[in-house]
Every structure is written in structure tokens, then in C-alpha cells.
């Protein structure tokens, strides 16, 4: 059975869950499902020119643990943004994740890690960035709460 994570958005009701690829990048999927152990909260950061994308970082441990860039990602396959796809989740490395939640992403830049998720509901994933993008206009601050996904 496919292990999956749950976002859930401040200020928005539903849940969105994410099912993790674990065959496409198994060490990046195992980085996260490790970190998950307890749910993380990271704030989120709607970009402004590239389109229906979002990053979300979390505080830092006191120990430094692997985070890639656009320069130099972790994992083994990353594409540019404008071929993510909807409802792509990227991790970027420790407590950091980067969400490709629409139809519209232009820039053709590397992304900052590999593709670790995808959305069950690309409909769910895709209210929640227009939400995020909405709080984002009017500069007020949205969190995710990401966890692992039981049952």
C-alpha cells in the first residue's frame, strides 16, 4: 500500500493528501517519511512570477541536515518548473517542500530537489494554492501542517 501525507492548510477546510512516489526517488520519499514522524508546520511563500507555485520551510534543527538547491538538488531525477506538473510535490530537503499545485507554471528553471508526491485530487490541491495565493496578495501568512497520513 502506498504511504501518503496529509497538507493541511490554515484558513482552508479541506485536507489535501499526497500519495509519496516511492519508486521514482525511494531515498528522497524515505528522507521525508523519516522526518515525518512527528507533523511539521512550515509557512508558506506563493511566488509571484513563476505561477501556481508555492514553497514551504519549516524551522531548522539545531544540526544541520541535508537541503538541496536549484544548483545543486538532492535526489536523483528534478525537472524545471514549467514541467512539474500539477499537483507535484518537491522536497527541497530538510523541512522544505515546494508545491506545484496548478496548471500554470512558466519558469524553465531546475527545481530545487526532486518530485517526492503527487495530489490524490489535483481539484483540492489546486483550491488550496488559489487560497494560499489569495492570503499571499493581501500579505497575510498561511502555515501547512504536513504529517503522515495514517490509515
Known sequence: MSKKL???FSGFADEVVVTLLENEEPACAALIWDELREPVKLWLSHTTSTGDYILARGRPDREPRPTGTQASPLGKKTKHLSNLGQGSIVYCGHKFIAINYGPDDTEPVAAPGPIVARADDLDAIYR?????????????LVTVMLSRKEG
Request: aromatic content about 6%.
Open 6 to 8: 496529509s497538507l493541511k
Open 128 to 140: 488550496a494554492g488559489l487560497h494560499v495565493w489569495d492570503q499571499h496578495k493581501q500579505a497575510r
